[in-house]
């Protein structure tokens, strides 16, 4: 029996065994749901766009 590999997400923080990958960031797939059904004007969006940022950030250091 093959375990999964947890990953700690970018968004929560936590460790999650799925989700996708963004450059070499993890998102997991609750918080990948959420942030696909948040709406802009939702105070929890800046919050995403907030810790997306980072994936941006590492890119460019």
């Not at 993890?26 to 980072?54: G, P, S, W």
Request: with cysteine; glycine share 4%.
């Amino acid at each position: 029996m093959m375990g999964h590999d947890y990953r700690n997400c970018i968004v929560c923080g936590q460790e999650e065994p799925e989700g996708i990958f963004i450059f070499d960031s993890f998102v997991c797939r609750h918080c990948e749901t959420e942030m696909i059904k948040t709406d802009t004007a939702e105070d929890k969006y800046m919050f995403f766009i907030k810790q997306m940022r980072q994936i941006w950030l590492k890119q460019n250091a």
